[in-house]
Protein backbone atom coordinates (compact mmCIF):
# COMPACT_ATOMS: atom_id res chain seq x y z
CA UNK A 1 0.00 0.00 0.00
CA UNK A 2 1.44 3.24 -0.81
CA UNK A 3 1.73 6.14 1.78
CA UNK A 4 -0.88 9.01 1.54
CA UNK A 5 0.50 12.07 2.33
CA UNK A 6 -1.48 15.38 1.82
CA UNK A 7 0.37 19.03 2.00
CA UNK A 8 -1.14 22.60 2.64
CA UNK A 9 1.16 25.55 0.96
CA UNK A 10 -0.47 28.80 1.94
CA UNK A 11 1.04 31.83 1.06
CA UNK A 12 0.13 34.23 3.81
CA UNK A 13 -0.07 33.95 7.31
CA UNK A 14 2.42 32.69 10.31
CA UNK A 15 3.94 29.78 11.01
CA UNK A 16 0.44 28.79 13.24
CA UNK A 17 -1.74 28.78 10.89
CA UNK A 18 -0.18 27.08 8.22
CA UNK A 19 0.59 24.34 10.99
CA UNK A 20 -2.84 24.21 12.36
CA UNK A 21 -4.24 23.88 8.99
CA UNK A 22 -1.61 21.42 7.92
CA UNK A 23 -2.39 19.14 11.19
CA UNK A 24 -6.05 20.04 10.77
CA UNK A 25 -5.73 17.67 7.13
CA UNK A 26 -3.55 14.87 8.21
CA UNK A 27 -4.36 11.99 10.25
CA UNK A 28 -2.22 9.00 11.37
CA UNK A 29 -3.26 5.94 9.56
CA UNK A 30 -0.74 3.77 9.99
CA UNK A 31 2.33 3.44 12.47
CA UNK A 32 4.79 0.28 11.89
CA UNK A 33 8.18 0.43 13.25
CA UNK A 34 8.18 4.03 13.99
CA UNK A 35 6.83 5.04 10.60
CA UNK A 36 3.30 6.45 10.26
CA UNK A 37 0.79 6.94 6.60
CA UNK A 38 -0.57 9.61 6.96
CA UNK A 39 -4.49 10.20 5.75
CA UNK A 40 -6.47 13.45 4.47
CA UNK A 41 -8.23 13.04 8.08
CA UNK A 42 -11.67 12.47 8.49
CA UNK A 43 -13.53 15.53 9.99
CA UNK A 44 -16.79 13.79 9.58
CA UNK A 45 -16.22 11.36 11.84
CA UNK A 46 -15.17 11.59 15.72
CA UNK A 47 -12.60 9.65 16.90
CA UNK A 48 -12.90 5.94 17.38
CA UNK A 49 -12.85 6.76 21.64
CA UNK A 50 -15.14 9.35 21.20
CA UNK A 51 -17.53 7.24 19.48
CA UNK A 52 -17.31 4.91 21.88
CA UNK A 53 -17.37 6.36 25.07
CA UNK A 54 -20.71 8.16 23.65
CA UNK A 55 -22.68 4.74 22.54
CA UNK A 56 -21.30 3.87 26.06
CA UNK A 57 -22.65 6.66 28.10
CA UNK A 58 -26.07 6.76 25.84
CA UNK A 59 -27.44 3.58 28.24
CA UNK A 60 -31.67 4.42 26.73
CA UNK A 61 -30.15 4.81 23.29
CA UNK A 62 -31.79 8.38 23.03
CA UNK A 63 -29.06 9.94 21.29
CA UNK A 64 -28.29 12.32 23.95
CA UNK A 65 -26.09 12.91 27.30
CA UNK A 66 -27.54 14.70 30.61
CA UNK A 67 -24.77 16.78 32.22
CA UNK A 68 -24.99 14.22 35.63
CA UNK A 69 -24.04 11.12 33.04
CA UNK A 70 -21.26 13.45 31.04
CA UNK A 71 -19.66 14.28 34.61
CA UNK A 72 -19.73 10.28 35.83
CA UNK A 73 -18.71 8.95 32.54
CA UNK A 74 -15.60 11.44 32.15
CA UNK A 75 -14.68 10.44 35.70
CA UNK A 76 -15.04 6.81 34.81
CA UNK A 77 -12.27 7.69 31.28
CA UNK A 78 -10.22 9.32 33.60
CA UNK A 79 -9.95 6.41 36.22
CA UNK A 80 -10.69 9.66 38.82
CA UNK A 81 -12.94 9.76 42.06
CA UNK A 82 -13.70 13.18 40.92
CA UNK A 83 -12.93 15.72 38.02
CA UNK A 84 -10.61 18.60 39.01
CA UNK A 85 -13.11 21.80 40.07
CA UNK A 86 -11.57 23.70 36.70
CA UNK A 87 -12.81 20.80 34.51
CA UNK A 88 -16.30 20.92 36.13
CA UNK A 89 -16.92 24.48 36.09
CA UNK A 90 -15.88 24.35 32.15
CA UNK A 91 -18.11 21.52 31.63
CA UNK A 92 -21.04 23.16 33.31
CA UNK A 93 -20.36 25.99 30.66
CA UNK A 94 -19.91 24.39 27.85
CA UNK A 95 -23.58 21.98 28.69
CA UNK A 96 -25.45 25.40 29.51
CA UNK A 97 -23.93 26.67 26.40
CA UNK A 98 -24.01 23.72 23.69
CA UNK A 99 -26.79 21.61 25.12
CA UNK A 100 -30.31 21.73 23.35
CA UNK A 101 -33.83 21.03 25.29
CA UNK A 102 -35.40 17.73 24.62
CA UNK A 103 -38.40 16.52 26.10
CA UNK A 104 -37.81 19.19 29.18
CA UNK A 105 -34.90 18.62 29.63
CA UNK A 106 -31.31 19.61 27.97
CA UNK A 107 -29.47 17.30 27.68
CA UNK A 108 -26.00 17.17 24.89
CA UNK A 109 -26.41 15.05 21.26
CA UNK A 110 -24.06 13.24 19.59
CA UNK A 111 -23.07 15.88 16.92
CA UNK A 112 -21.46 17.78 19.63
CA UNK A 113 -20.28 15.78 21.48
CA UNK A 114 -16.66 15.41 20.18
CA UNK A 115 -15.80 19.13 20.78
CA UNK A 116 -17.00 18.87 24.20
CA UNK A 117 -14.71 15.74 24.96
CA UNK A 118 -12.04 17.52 23.19
CA UNK A 119 -12.79 20.52 25.74
CA UNK A 120 -12.82 18.51 28.61
CA UNK A 121 -9.64 16.12 27.51
CA UNK A 122 -7.63 19.76 27.42
CA UNK A 123 -9.37 20.94 30.50
CA UNK A 124 -8.42 17.31 32.75
CA UNK A 125 -4.56 17.56 31.51
CA UNK A 126 -4.14 21.17 31.75
CA UNK A 127 -3.16 20.61 35.35
CA UNK A 128 -2.42 24.06 36.76
CA UNK A 129 -5.25 25.45 34.80
CA UNK A 130 -3.49 27.86 32.72
CA UNK A 131 -5.58 27.45 29.24
CA UNK A 132 -2.49 25.94 27.12
CA UNK A 133 -0.80 22.52 27.60
CA UNK A 134 2.82 22.25 28.14
CA UNK A 135 4.25 19.51 26.14
CA UNK A 136 4.53 16.65 28.67
CA UNK A 137 0.39 17.22 29.18
CA UNK A 138 -0.50 17.34 25.33
CA UNK A 139 1.46 14.16 25.36
CA UNK A 140 -0.82 12.68 28.04
CA UNK A 141 -3.51 13.84 26.20
CA UNK A 142 -2.83 12.27 22.92
CA UNK A 143 -1.87 9.29 24.49
CA UNK A 144 -5.12 8.77 26.11
CA UNK A 145 -6.38 8.87 22.54
CA UNK A 146 -4.09 6.51 21.04
CA UNK A 147 -5.58 2.62 20.79
CA UNK A 148 -3.60 0.12 23.00
CA UNK A 149 -0.91 -1.90 20.15
CA UNK A 150 -0.98 -5.88 20.61
CA UNK A 151 1.18 -5.77 23.62
CA UNK A 152 -1.49 -3.40 24.72
CA UNK A 153 0.75 -0.31 25.21
CA UNK A 154 -0.39 2.91 24.45
CA UNK A 155 2.56 4.80 22.17
CA UNK A 156 3.20 8.08 23.27
CA UNK A 157 2.54 10.34 19.85
CA UNK A 158 5.11 12.65 18.36
CA UNK A 159 4.02 16.32 18.75
CA UNK A 160 5.02 19.10 16.14
CA UNK A 161 4.07 22.51 16.28
CA UNK A 162 4.78 25.82 15.63
CA UNK A 163 8.12 27.73 16.94
CA UNK A 164 5.63 30.33 18.10
CA UNK A 165 4.14 28.11 20.58
CA UNK A 166 7.65 27.90 22.60
CA UNK A 167 8.75 30.52 25.06
CA UNK A 168 12.40 31.63 25.39
CA UNK A 169 12.95 29.63 27.87
CA UNK A 170 12.33 26.78 25.85
CA UNK A 171 8.23 25.90 27.57
CA UNK A 172 5.93 24.54 25.22
CA UNK A 173 2.05 26.21 25.29
CA UNK A 174 -0.37 25.43 23.34
CA UNK A 175 -3.60 26.61 23.30
CA UNK A 176 -6.56 24.63 22.56
CA UNK A 177 -6.93 26.25 18.88
CA UNK A 178 -4.12 23.69 18.55
CA UNK A 179 -5.74 20.97 20.34
CA UNK A 180 -8.29 20.71 18.29
CA UNK A 181 -6.76 20.73 15.24
CA UNK A 182 -4.66 17.42 15.80
CA UNK A 183 -7.94 16.00 18.35
CA UNK A 184 -9.58 16.57 15.14
CA UNK A 185 -7.41 14.92 13.00
CA UNK A 186 -6.80 11.86 14.84
CA UNK A 187 -8.71 8.71 14.33
Not at 11 to 16: A, F, H, K, Q
Not at 17 to 28: C, G, K, R
Not at 67 to 73: F, P, Q, R
Request: proline content about 5%; cysteine-free; glycine content about 6%.
Amino acid sequence: REPRVAAVVVETGSMTEVATAALADLSVVEQTQGVAELSVANHGMPPGRVRHMFKTLDTDGNGTLSNEELKTGFAKEFKVDALAPHVVARMDEMFSQHADEKDGEKALGRKKFSRFYAEVLFRHFDADNSDSLELVEVQKALKHMVKPGADGEQATPVVGFPPEFTTESGEVHLPFKWFWATFSAMD
